[in-house]
């Protein structure tokens, strides 16, 4: 029983941590409602229940709860982004950059083309998975270091690559922001590295601390600047330009207690691929 509380726990942590930069940058465009906000929440305390349950982490260790969080965390992401860009019928009017599937800001009406092209990035996804698991089951000598910086990196490459393609077409390409998601990827590998030797956990938990550090820059450190999609567009809820602001301790809090976890499972003898 206490297994799954913790994990609830961390779920609905790093579902507050997804649920509240994407609350911070979009609420002044969208306006706020507890429905969207809770959405996120929801979904990733049952992914963290359901993905503790699968793969049987021990989760009262401060190790493998934070492995836990990188694992829902990307889930979560990658759950909704799919529903967004494949799935979902919405205006998006609203949008500079769309967020149902584009090539170069032409929108792709056609039902039948976003689910096949979904599937398609679906399947990849998975076969890259499997790929994983079975070079980590072979009998192949490889070094754990070169082993943490193309499994770390390779989910690094994946988000920029995606992420110039979603964007770049409309708002330019940024050389440093390309290689932002790599070098944030594979710097957490390496701490994830530490704490497992399992590939599927080191490259899930890459991309994604690299996704909450990545947002948690833009977010915060540029407030005044317009999300990506809603670039250009205007501010129809002023009102939250302060509101917001109430959520930042909260924030900050889940941060803090990610940090002083990874001391503490610094601290405890660990056995990892490094």
Not at 104 to 126: D, K, Q
Not at 189 to 205: G, K, M, Q, R, V
Not at 209 to 217: C, K, N, P, R, S
Not at 261 to 271: D, E, G, R, S, V
Request: glycine share 8%; with cysteine; proline share 4%.
């Amino acid at each position: 029983m206490i297994q799954f509380a913790i994990a609830l726990m961390i779920g609905l942590m790093a579902g507050t941590h997804v649920a509240t930069w994407g609350m911070y940058k979009d609420s002044i465009h969208e306006g706020f409602t507890f429905r969207k906000y809770l959405r996120s929440i929801f979904l990733s305390g049952m992914i963290a229940v359901l993905v503790e349950w699968v793969t049987g982490l021990e989760v009262t260790q401060p190790s493998n709860m934070l492995i836990l969080y990188g694992l829902t965390y990307i889930l979560e992401r990658f759950f909704v982004e799919f529903y967004k860009n494949f799935l979902r019928e919405e205006d998006q009017s609203k949008f500079f950059i769309p967020m149902q599937f584009h090539i170069m800001g032409r929108i792709i009406e056609s039902r039948r083309i976003r689910w096949t092209v979904g599937a398609s990035c679906f399947l990849v996804l998975l076969l890259l998975l499997v790929g994983l698991h079975r070079i980590q089951n072979s009998e192949l000598e490889i070094s754990p270091w070169l082993m943490v910086f193309l499994v770390g990196s390779l989910g690094g490459w994946i988000s920029a690559f995606a992420g110039a393609w979603k964007d770049a077409p409309l708002e330019g390409f940024e050389l440093l922001k390309f290689f932002r998601s790599p070098l944030l990827a594979f710097f957490y590998a390496i701490l994830i590295a530490n704490f497992t030797d399992n590939y599927l956990y080191i490259f899930l938990c890459g991309i994604g601390y690299t996704v909450g550090t990545a947002e948690t820059y833009k977010t915060f450190f540029f407030p005044s600047k317009p999300r990506g999609k809603f670039a250009g567009k205007p501010i129809l809820f002023p009102e939250m330009l302060e509101r917001r602001k109430w959520f930042i301790p909260l924030y900050g809090a889940i941060w803090a207690l990610l940090i002083a976890t990874f001391i503490i499972a610094f601290l405890q003898p660990n056995k990892g691929l490094i």
